[in-house]
């Protein structure tokens, strides 16, 4: 299907992660490999990744197809920058969460591959594209962003294969690990000591929830965009089961961000705040006030341990 | 050589990190495989780790072959709880380390390998050893830690491609991960946030030092062999090219880690504390005072960093 087309833009889910920017700019640079034309567009996009999209992002394009790659829902869709509307369609999706609401014309979902870079290299590879140091590179970024560097239990025998092999096509992976996931700036080391400090325990230790408010952006001068890593922090806690860090995106708005252990469903606690994800890894939003927030963060945890006899 | 003998005691490095026991065990477990009767003696091994030495632990074996493995020099040799002495006859060195002084009437050294356990697998299937499931989950325990789970810049496709065979072996990657890489007790925690606090830079930024003082394990209730992964919070911050632990032994008796970035040599800074290592992560021991081993390395760090104009 996507081999006979032409014209391509891809898109991922707003705020794109690793994952989200590797997988489309691996796809890309694939997809001009086989001598396509083909574009990025992604909205908001950390300043650690902008190395993968050079010379591929056309925010104006107006493309024949449409590719939304590990992007769940339709309402996640990063379009802010195009001349796309949010619900346009969607011609194809590649995706990895099983949670993936079927939006799209076409899907490729597999919900056992660790990352959609994963299933963008199953692709790639069926239809023959040339693997370049550049689409090496996306790829890694993608892979070893989502597993927080081999680490998660999402991480398979296959998915560090395709991280071998990339560094066999040229992927720095030193360098790239370094960036990714090695480097504080000062302002985020300063910004994760206050974090860490705001950290409270609820039910008897099994919930574990941070909050990273705009005063402390202020105080450290951190942006929003580098603060994804501290939301594993609270999983790391021995005895913990659910851990929420709450980051506050203006006055009054909260990013919730939900990682779990032994099996508690993450996605499931994410619904209660008009989110999704991954079993152990999901996020949503909050609107009210900080106290709000984590009344109605512990309420629902409560619910979902007391669900499964956990509590 | 090691194929044609018996009744073999394998030895690691005092204070044995994941892959001085992940390498011991694999090999050990490995050569039993072939119908040998083999042991290790491990000193002071952290509690994380225990999981691998079932039934394979003997302390008062006198055997006829001794095989130190992950070890650079014949005093770092952990023999407290054996019956041989330190200045023993070792047969074999199985070792990555480049910095090995040859002390063994024979060695096998890779120092491309990321870890001791990535020789020893080399070993194992050049002898047809079996790889059992305890085989691959001490192996793989070597390669992960060793590497910090695949970040470090000595991960090489080889070495991904090694814990991709372990997991396929049975090795519970996502298990090992989780206690080796995701799991901090409350107390470590705390700990963390103090040798945080602790952190103070010199040199304009280029050198980081975290002291961990015997108050500060009083306080926390954490105890020594808990605290290796602090030695990483140093290098990561941006700008930081040497990064040193100093974690207080006894009153007045330091160990200190060295990590650093960017080509410094750790280990050429570490060798003014009677120790040494890789390039990148070093150690050595200090007496006195806090100040004094705190002036101490500003100095020889400055004079490192001087020597190669990085200053």
Same sequence: chains 1, 2.
């Avoid at 090695?182 to 400090?197: D, F, G, N, V, W």
């Avoid at 939900?258 to 619904?271: C, L, P």
């Amino acid at each position: 299907m996507l081999l006979s087309m032409d014209n391509i833009l891809i898109l991922a889910h707003e705020d794109p992660d690793g994952d989200a920017v590797g997988s489309a700019c691996g796809l890309c640079r694939g997809l001009r490999s086989l001598g396509k034309t083909a574009y990025v567009s992604l909205e908001h996009m950390s300043k650690h990744m902008t190395f993968l999209t050079d010379g591929i992002v056309k925010d104006d394009y107006s493309p024949d197809y449409i590719v939304a790659v590990d992007t769940a829902e339709r309402k996640m869709l990063g379009v802010a920058k195009t001349n796309i509307p949010k619900d346009c369609r969607v011609d194809l999706a590649i995706d990895h969460h099983y949670s993936n609401s079927m939006f799209a014309e076409n899907t490729c979902l597999d919900e056992n591959a660790a990352a959609a870079a994963e299933v963008v290299t199953y692709i790639l590879r069926i239809m023959n594209a040339a693997f370049t140091k550049e689409t090496a590179q996306a790829i890694y970024v993608g892979v070893s962003t989502d597993t927080g560097c081999f680490r998660y239990s999402n991480t398979k025998a296959k998915t560090l294969r395709i991280a071998a092999d990339m560094a066999d096509l040229g992927a720095d992976i030193g360098e790239i690990n370094k960036l990714q996931f090695e480097t504080k700036t000062r302002e985020y080391a300063k910004l994760e000591k206050m974090a860490l400090s705001s950290m409270e325990l609820f039910l008897n230790g099994k919930l574990a929830v941070i909050a990273v408010t705009n005063d402390m952006y202020v105080q450290s001068g951190v942006d929003d965009s580098e603060t994804k890593p501290l939301s594993s922090l609270t999983r790391q806690i021995e005895g913990v089961l659910v851990g929420v860090t709450l980051r506050e995106k203006k006055k009054g708005t909260f990013n919730i961000s939900v990682r779990t252990n032994e099996g508690v469903d993450a996605s499931e606690i994410a619904g209660f705040f008009s989110g999704g994800g991954h079993k152990n890894a999901a996020g949503g939003k909050f609107q009210g006030s900080l106290k709000d927030a984590v009344d109605a963060i512990v309420l629902h945890t409560e619910e979902i341990l007391g669900k499964t006899g956990r509590i």
